[in-house]
């Protein structure tokens, strides 16, 4: 909001010191304020706390001598002979020198009949009618009365005369201590505290004032604190932290102690005062100090902020001055190295556009070089059918010329990624075997190449190519693993997945399967690293040491091919990676090199389609060779209507991916719709679109890579229509 409020950043800065210091004078003041409030109420729950504890125990000291004395006094033998008489005028007279003597302040005496026969107490407003109901409700030896606006402690002794085994009861005797805020408060045990004696919600005594009597009671409300809890209630629109204990007694009463807690943080306004007066003053002092040093800080920014604008427009080569040695002056020079490196990284960029643009360039040219080299080599052999022995040399080199070329699109392929898994049978052992020498060139010396091969594994069904790159990029990350040399161990041999392992590993199906494992002795990975290692671009080599997609490519290749990779590793004893292929029966035959005079001839009906023109009538040319009526069309509306015109059926579509106006993908679907019993063959340069069309529609299709023979076109061709009666003809070819 303030960006869009203040043009200038001296003034943003301002506005933020502003705001920053508000805010921390704020959040201090609360902090302050709540600190000590919890500190205060802890101190007030503590006193209050020792407050109750010392009144009970000082209570219970004064019960004690209570009941010793009532004790003593009415083992006295002239109070039962006083007693004995059962005269109430006789005994009355004397129970102003039995109070004295007995240090108390309520002395009550009464007969078995529970008639009142003598009563005397210091005050002389305590009516005899509620002395008599309080002797009557009281049973055992501890009572609490409150009688003529006082409260007594009240302890009672029956008077026995004769022995023990034939005494009699001369009735009871009652002597009660006074509990009066006075001689509380002189005590000095409540200190500051006030405090109210309760029974039954109604207050009996209490240091409060009058009219704070009724709210304190309604803030009861008919429920009793337990003893030691410390409770916060309101009353004279005061808050005050208060806790009770029960002073025991046939008619027990409840001793509640308070402490003012607004009272007790009254300090807190002056303190609240003092932190507001300091949080202006640094206010002030903070605003003046930016305002004096914002000017200084954004001048350079300024600057900055224009250079900004000139990358944005393109310009890499104007200059900012660079003044002094402070931060904005190493922020100037940051901003400098920033200007250079993006210079770099754009020339770096246009050059990685320039490849790009290669690459894709190169996908183009091998398409268009595929067609080309295709007619190259198909007229070749054609012409090699029936060369003289003088001219066919020269037809051969023509025809090596463009095996070379396919080698040349083939290279184009890999350069812009676009190959396509071509899987046949291959044995692990020879796919190692085959790759050692290369191996031990891209290792170095210095490490040892160590192979293991078992006689006993099964074949597996793989792209030979993609195979060789998993096990070249496996010993690649082994041999950057270490880097002061070590040992490289790749074995082969037979496993078996069980259920137990597929239920832990959901790509994995249970069943035989052949292992190479690739063990280096190099420094090893720790567990966080193993979680990422086959993720793209993940790496742990230096910036430009590594792309990170190495072992990704890997495992790739292996979902692709239906395996599974493992991994174990220790920080400073090595990794092994363990790669696991589905085993075939060793009986399986492997592909083996056929020669051009080994093509297939057969018979049927062919839909050739193809926009090439010159490669359309070399490919018709071919087919008719091999023995198959061939229907030609340039693309995939004609081949439509070539077909709806040709009564008779058609065996296979032959079709190009790529063309003009309906293209092979599209013509597929709509011949097979027509006719279902249909095969098709896919041709195409552009691989990558090939194999996503073959994904696309399925196993049935069939993908034929350009450049291609005409020997590899009749055995796909023958693969496709097979169980059809084949024969096999002498046809001129390499």
Not at 19 to 36: D, E, G, K, N, P
Not at 169 to 186: D, T, Y
Not at 687 to 697: D, M, R, V
């Amino acid at each position: 909001m303030l960006a869009l409020r203040f043009k200038h950043l001296r003034t943003k800065l301002l506005a933020w010191m502003l705001a920053l210091v508000f805010l921390l004078t704020s959040a201090t003041l609360i902090l302050v304020q709540a600190r000590m409030r919890k500190h205060v109420r802890d101190d007030l729950v503590s006193t209050l706390r020792s407050e109750t504890a010392t009144f009970a125990a000082l209570e219970s000291t004064g019960h004690q001598l209570t009941e010793q004395s009532v004790t003593l006094l009415a083992a006295q033998p002239t109070l039962k002979a006083l007693m004995s008489t059962n005269d109430p005028v006789t005994v009355d007279e004397e129970c102003g020198p039995l109070l004295k003597a007995a240090g108390a302040d309520l002395l009550v005496l009464e007969n078995p009949a529970g008639e009142i026969l003598g009563f005397s107490a210091k005050s002389d407003d305590i009516p005899l009618s509620t002395v008599k109901r309080l002797m009557r409700e009281s049973f055992g030896s501890q009572d609490w009365w409150f009688a003529g606006n006082h409260l007594f402690d009240v302890s009672t002794h029956t008077i026995w005369i004769g022995t023990e085994d034939s005494r009699r009861s001369l009735g009871r005797v009652a002597i009660g201590r006074e509990v009066s805020p006075q001689s509380l408060l002189s005590t000095g045990v409540f200190g500051k505290a006030a405090f109210a004696f309760e029974r039954h919600g109604a207050v009996l005594l209490s240091s409060l004032r009058a009219n704070a009597w009724s709210e304190f009671e309604n803030s009861l409300g008919g429920a009793e604190t337990p003893n030691d809890k410390v409770e916060e209630i309101d009353f004279e629109s005061e808050r005050y932290l208060e806790t009770s204990v029960e002073l025991p007694g046939d008619h027990p009463v409840r001793l509640y102690c308070f402490q003012s807690f607004d009272q007790a943080t009254s300090f807190l306004r002056s303190l609240n005062q003092l932190l507001l007066v300091l949080g202006t003053l640094v206010l002030i002092v903070g605003a003046a100090f930016t305002f004096v040093i914002s000017r200084q800080i954004t001048r350079p920014l300024e600057r900055l902020a224009f250079g900004t604008q000139q990358l944005e427009k393109g310009d890499f080569d104007f200059q900012i001055p660079i003044v002094g040695h402070d931060e904005v002056a190493g922020l100037t020079r940051s901003f400098e190295q920033m200007r250079t490196s993006l210079r770099q990284s754009r020339e770096s960029l246009v050059r990685s556009a320039r490849l790009e643009a290669v690459g894709r360039l190169a996908g183009g040219v091998a398409h268009d070089f595929n067609n080309l080299v295709m007619i190259i080599k198909g007229y070749s052999d054609l012409l090699l059918e029936t060369a003289t022995p003088a001219n066919r040399p020269f037809i051969d080199e023509i025809k090596n010329a463009g095996d070379r070329a396919s080698g040349l699109t083939r290279q184009l392929l890999a350069f812009s990624r676009k190959q396509v898994l071509e899987p046949q049978v291959l044995d692990l052992n020879d796919t190692v075997k085959s790759m050692v020498k290369m191996l031990r060139v891209l290792i170095g010396e210095d490490i040892e190449l160590i192979t293991n091969l078992s006689d006993e594994i099964g074949r597996v069904k793989a792209d030979p190519a993609q195979l060789e790159q998993v096990i070249m990029n496996l010993a690649v990350n082994a041999r950057d693993a270490m880097p002061s040399g070590g040992k490289l161990i790749v074995e082969t041999s037979s496993a078996e997945l069980d259920d137990a392992y597929a239920a832990t590993h959901a790509e994995v199906a249970p069943g035989l399967y052949v292992l190479i494992a690739v063990t280096d002795s190099g420094c090893g990975m720790d567990k966080e690293t193993l979680k990422h290692i086959f993720e793209p671009f993940f790496t742990t080599k230096e910036a430009g040491k590594g792309t990170g997609l190495g072992l990704a490519t890997v495992y790739g290749i292996l979902k692709q091919s239906r395996g599974h990779i493992s991994v174990y590793s220790e920080p400073g004893l090595g990794t092994t990676f363990k790669v696991y292929l589905p085993a075939l029966n060793k009986s399986a035959p492997l592909p083996s090199q056929q020669r051009i005079a080994d093509a297939p001839r057969g018979q049927g009906t062919i839909l050739l389609v193809e926009d090439e023109a010159p490669l359309r009538v070399l490919a018709a040319e071919s087919l008719k060779k091999l023995g198959y009526s061939v229907l030609q069309a340039s693309n995939g509306l004609e081949a439509l209507a070539v077909a709806d015109q040709h009564n008779g059926e058609i065996d296979l579509l032959l079709t190009d991916v790529v063309m003009p106006r309906m293209g092979g993908a599209e013509l597929a679907r709509k011949l097979q719709a027509k006719r279902d019993a249909i095969s098709v063959i896919f041709m195409s340069g552009y691989t990558e679109t090939a194999a996503l069309e073959n994904n696309a529609l399925g196993q049935r299709f069939i993908l034929l890579n350009k450049p291609f023979s005409t020997e590899a076109m009749a055995r796909k061709i023958a693969e496709t229509l097979s169980p059809k009666p084949l024969t096999n003809a002498a046809s001129g070819g390499t």
